[in-house]
């Protein structure tokens, strides 16, 4: 164990000190902000995210070091601005890591893992955040800040009981949302019960433990793969797309789909 121990301590080291010196000694990275590396960091997390869905161990490992990049490139800017260092980053995480596993760390008895989903909100609010609600960041895309929203509620015992009673609330905001749209001039009411509709699937979802921006990018990356085959065969007809039927396209999408 010590002798692993000394391969982490030599691989940080070895990364703290080539950072330091591209940092210095690179212009593009000596020029760079927060605000400059932040649209970068999430086009890495999302490449991430990118190699999970792929279930590919190689590009995961690639993209976890670019995402460390990021985390150490931060700290060295808050460094040179005397905020904070890699050292101030870590020792925060330690004393939150320790704080929010009380099992762990004080062995508070025997405790489930819908015990510690409870306790893990209750020990933030008890942090001094103001809601339970305000770990979940407003810049996250709707459907994911959704489903950490319904999480987070539930953590604190705001949720539904039974699957069918969230079945039941699907099927009554979908009643809801037809009675709008036969209204003429409706369009605000609308896309508020189409909001409705989508915020009750999402919960629905976890009632079945589906996470469903994993499933709507699975989805959407099998619809991508049967257009690109219906693109290909019009190309192999010397035909384009747009000159083929519908009739046409949907008896290629079928075949699509048997592949």
């Given at each position: 164990?010590?002798?692993?121990?000394?391969?982490?301590?030599?691989?940080?080291n070895?990364?703290m000190s080539?950072?330091?010196k591209?940092r210095k000694?690179?212009p593009?990275?000596?020029a760079q902000t927060n605000?400059t590396l932040?649209?970068?960091?999430?086009?890495e997390?999302?490449?991430?995210?990118?190699?999970?869905l792929?279930?590919?161990p190689?590009?995961?490992?690639?993209?976890?070091?670019d995402?460390?990049?990021?985390?150490i490139?931060y700290s060295?800017?808050?460094e040179?601005k005397?905020e904070f260092?890699l050292?101030?980053?870590m020792?925060s995480?330690?004393?939150?890591?320790i704080?929010?596993h009380?099992?762990v760390?004080c062995?508070d008895g025997?405790i489930?893992?819908?015990?510690?989903e409870?306790?893990?909100?209750?020990i933030k609010?008890?942090?001094?955040n103001?809601?339970?609600?305000?770990?979940?960041?407003?810049?996250l895309p709707?459907l994911v800040?959704?489903?950490?929203?319904?999480d987070?509620?539930?953590g604190?015992?705001?949720?539904?009981k039974?699957?069918?009673?969230?079945?039941?609330k699907?099927q009554?905001?979908?009643?809801?949302l037809?009675?709008?749209?036969k209204k003429?001039?409706?369009?605000e009411?609308?896309?508020?019960?189409?909001g409705d509709?989508?915020?009750?699937?999402i919960n629905y979802?976890?009632?079945?433990?589906v996470n469903?921006?994993?499933?709507l990018?699975?989805?959407n990356?099998?619809f991508?793969?049967?257009?690109?085959?219906?693109?290909?065969?019009?190309?192999?007809?010397n035909?384009?797309?747009s000159?083929?039927?519908?009739?046409?396209?949907?008896?290629?999408?079928?075949e699509?789909?048997?592949k």
């Open positions: 164990m010590i002798m692993e121990d000394k391969k982490y301590i030599e691989a940080f070895n990364t080539l950072m330091r591209v000694e690179c593009w990275d000596n605000e932040r649209t970068l960091t999430i086009e997390i999302y490449e991430l995210s990118d190699a999970i792929n279930n590919d190689q590009n995961i490992c690639k993209e976890l070091g995402v460390l990049m990021h985390v490139f060295l800017i808050g040179e005397q260092s050292i101030d980053v020792n995480l330690n004393e939150k890591l704080r929010r009380p099992h760390f062995k025997s489930t893992y819908e015990d510690v409870k306790n893990w909100e209750k609010l008890q942090e001094g103001r809601s339970t609600l305000s770990g979940v960041p407003d810049s709707s800040k959704a489903y950490r929203m319904q987070k509620a539930k604190v015992g705001f949720d539904w039974k699957t069918s009673d969230v079945w039941n699907v009554e905001e979908i009643k809801e037809q009675e709008e749209v003429p001039n409706n369009q009411r609308i896309e508020d019960e189409f509709v989508l915020f009750s699937l979802a976890r009632f079945i433990d469903p921006d994993t499933a990018e699975k989805t990356r099998k991508k793969d049967r257009f690109q085959y219906i693109e290909q065969k019009a190309k192999q007809m035909k384009s797309v000159d083929m039927t519908l009739q046409e396209m949907d008896i290629l999408w079928n699509a789909k048997k």
